[in-house]
């Protein structure tokens, strides 16, 4: 990794010892962003926990980092962070081997294997909302949060939604997940690092245990077409390839999407006359399932998830680490320098949208097709090789979980409108106090 004399020439603030810029980024990270990119410009670096980084701003960086092919950026490299909870994952890996390895979980990602995710989550759902309480306030964050895991079980591993096994898996997921974002990165006992070693053996094991079952008689879920998937060349995955793309599947779905359901919901009940657009939109889809083409016609719906995404990504930042030396904007970026790029601030840039502070789902709407303004200027879910692979599995639990849930209460707020933290994971400060009403 180049040392901060080989980044002597590229701008930057000056850098407290040892801590560098994490308290300042970690207190106000867009705010900091913003003021450093009017003060050094869009290329400036920082330091994160005594690791140097090259920030590359705006949508042109995005453009032509993520959609570079010629082996210039490692996403293993600028992941590593997550290397030790995660190895093996798709975003821990390159070039032709990832690209190998995405064609197999593509398998996995088949319109009619989606089509069996809807069906099982559709049932469970509305078991798991009826659950949720009528007419007192609770936290919605918490409660999306669990209903996400459990849904989980269900969709990602045929568990059922109750059963002992379930919430064991349910502790082991957080607990790798809170690892995967402390600073503390020594396995220290009873550290969160430690906690998340300790939940991905646990998790390893248990799933190793279900692999010949589900070898031998497959499923509908995400973790029995995984065992199955093959590429065009019948190519598959060994038992610890399995474990190990399934390991980081689950994280990338999980927070990610309870994150924009929060972000949605809080909108929703902030602005009413958007919750009665979506009512409506919801009521005219009458009793029939919500299938392929009912969840097609959620066209507001899919502008208030995409504004949600906008306002409050769940992945505002994407690291990349320079295999080679390489040149942008009139500087030299020597190979091995940690890279930054930063959808969460691009998106909030009047470069691309009007007054983007506001929240006005109409501005994706054809005749303002806001995000055309640029191929990365709405880009919550990257691009190039390694853009998410569950966008469309995302879109469907967001359009499912809106209907179901308008069909027979709304929603409004119970107390102030939370500030929401930006890093290291998006989330309301406080939670997000809600009361649900029956119509
Ligand atoms: C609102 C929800 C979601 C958002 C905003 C989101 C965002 C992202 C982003 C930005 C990346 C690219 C990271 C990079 O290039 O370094 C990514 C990759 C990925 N996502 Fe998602 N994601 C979401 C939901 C999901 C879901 C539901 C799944 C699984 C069903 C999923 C699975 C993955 C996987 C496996 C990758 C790695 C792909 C690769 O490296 O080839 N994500 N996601």
Redesign the pocket.
């Given at each position: 990794m180049p040392t901060k004399a080989a980044l002597a020439h590229i701008p930057g603030p000056p850098a407290l010892p040892l801590v560098g810029h994490t308290f300042a980024i970690a207190r106000d990270s867009y705010g900091t962003q913003a003021e450093y990119i009017r003060r050094y410009g869009e290329v400036y670096k920082t330091n994160m926990l005594g690791v140097w980084r090259v920030n590359l701003c705006g949508a042109d960086a995005l453009e032509r980092v993520?959609l570079d092919r010629t082996g210039l950026f490692s996403?293993e490299g600028?992941?590593d962070a997550l290397a030790r909870i995660y190895p093996g994952g798709?975003?821990l890996q390159d070039f032709e081997h990832?690209r190998a390895n995405?064609r197999i979980m593509q398998a996995a990602f088949r319109a009619e294997a989606i089509r069996d995710y809807r069906l099982r989550m559709t049932g469970a759902m509305t078991e798991l909302l009826d659950r949720w309480p009528d007419g007192e306030a609770f936290c919605f964050y918490k409660a999306i949060k669990a209903l996400t895991l459990r849904l989980g079980g269900a969709v990602f591993m045929g568990l059922p939604l109750d059963g002992p096994l379930a919430q064991q898996v349910n502790r082991a997921i957080q607990d790798e997940i809170r690892a995967s974002i402390t600073p503390i990165r020594q396995a220290i006992p009873f550290t969160p690092m430690w906690r998340g070693v300790r939940g991905r053996d646990f998790l390893r094991e248990a799933f190793r245990k279900l692999i010949p079952e589900r070898r031998a008689h497959g499923g509908d879920d995400f973790f029995s077409r995984m065992c199955a998937a093959t590429d065009e060349n019948g190519q598959g995955w060994d038992e610890d390839q399995i474990l190990d793309q399934f390991n980081?599947?689950i994280m990338?779905?999980h927070d990610?999407?309870a994150t924009?359901l929060s972000v949605m919901i809080e909108a929703l009940a902030s602005h009413p006359e958007w919750q009665d657009r979506l009512a409506q939109e919801v009521a005219s889809l009458g009793d029939r399932p919500l299938d392929e083409d009912a969840l097609g016609q959620m066209r507001q719906t899919n502008n208030v998830f995409r504004e949600a995404?906008r306002l409050v990504?769940?992945?505002p930042f994407?690291p990349r680490r320079a295999t080679r030396d390489f040149d942008w904007q009139g500087y030299r970026i020597p190979a091995g320098t940690s890279l930054s790029l930063n959808p969460g601030v691009t998106m909030l840039s009047e470069t691309y949208f009007t007054n983007p502070t506001a929240f006005d789902p109409d501005r994706f709407a054809p005749d303002r097709a806001e995000d055309q303004r640029h191929k990365f200027a709405w880009s919550?879910?990257?691009g190039g090789?390694?853009?998410?692979?569950?966008?469309h599995?995302?879109t469907l639990?967001v359009k499912l979980f809106v209907a179901t849930l308008l069909r027979s209460r709304r929603v409004r707020l119970a107390g102030a409108r939370p500030e929401w933290q930006r890093m290291p994971i998006p989330k309301p400060k406080g939670g997000l106090q809600v009361i649900l009403d029956r119509i």
């Open positions: 993520l996403s600028g992941w798709l975003l990832h995405r980081l599947l990338a779905a990610t999407t924009s995404l990504p769940p992945v994407i919550p879910f990257g090789a390694h853009k998410c692979i569950g966008m599995f995302a639990q």
